[in-house]
């Protein structure tokens, strides 16, 4: 697939297969939270007749290629690579150009083709028993034991329903499933967060799920977790989508602590500081993972960052 070829694929579908949905319609503009960052208000515009996207908060934009990179922070080939996982590229001449469903502004919850375009789990199994998967969660060195009693493998058909997908699956509070290979990020709807109530007194929150795996990996057989808390003694929330922080702050704030590891991007940053001039209950413990994306990347290249300063300082003395 080239970028050509890329950018024909529709927008909306796309989205769709995401687990995003527009909250409103007007003609040919779909307008969306943004899958950016967190907001109340949708910003986030698609004009399905041009097959162009603008998010009105950064004022960036685009076509679907450009709308990879901004959401899987990558380059070009990695960006076409994860996209011909949406179209295969052996069936690609016929899945192009034509828009497979429209929604229409007051039934989208009833819309029969919306239904038929989102990811369709086929089946949800523990443990996680594809070699491929295996090796994936090994390349983000979460340990087995943990990602089996968390997730699922789940085998799913998305647009091409003639073709079954494998992804780790993350199932949230409404039924819906995070969805991540090597090669995919996605979800089935509904999209929601995903909380675990141990009756505790404090609670961590996560962006994503690979970065609560990879808290439970490195805890595992601890006494104390990161927090210097008995690991025991803490509730879990993972929003799966920073669209979802702004409303769960009601949840957080039933508890005595909270501990915040989100990312450290802009859309990561603003929410923590909206927390931390909140209330005195919030703790910022993406100081952990200091210079680093989120606290998967940590726990992955813990050691490299160092190295490269050190090299780079030593290399300095001898100019």
Known sequence: MNCEQANQIDLVDYLNSLGY??????????????????????SFKINRNKNVWYDHGPGKG??????AMEFYRCDVSEALQKLSFFHPQNDFKNKLVRPQFHLQENSLADNKDARETAI??????????DLVLCRYLWQRRIDKSIADRYCHEVHFTNADKEKI????????NAGGYELRNEYFKGSSSPKYVTYFDNK???????????????????????RED????????????????LSFFERSLLLMEKH?????????????RKCTNVALKRSMKFNDESKLYKGYK????????????????????KRGRHL
């Open 21 to 42: 949905q527009p909250q409103k319609i007007r003609g040919s503009d779909y307008w969306y939270l943004s899958p950016f960052r967190s907001e109340k208000e949708p």
């Open 62 to 67: 685009g076509k679907l290629i450009d709308f």
């Open 120 to 129: 369709k789990i086929i089946a949800a199994k523990q443990p996680i028993q």
């Open 165 to 172: 997908y494998k992804a780790i699956g993350f199932k949230n």
């Open 200 to 222: 505790a007194k404090n609670i961590s929150v996560f962006e994503g799920f690979f970065d609560f795996m990879s808290y439970k990996t490195m805890n595992k057989n601890q």
């Open 226 to 241: 990161l927090t210097g808390l008995p690991n025991r003694h803490m509730n879990f929330l993972i929003l799966n989508s």
């Open 256 to 268: 005595t602590i909270i501990h915040l590891f989100l990312d450290h991007d802009n859309a990561g």
């Open 294 to 313: 989120d606290l998967n990347d940590w726990m992955m290249n813990f050691g490299k960052l160092e190295k490269k300063i050190h090299v780079g300082q």
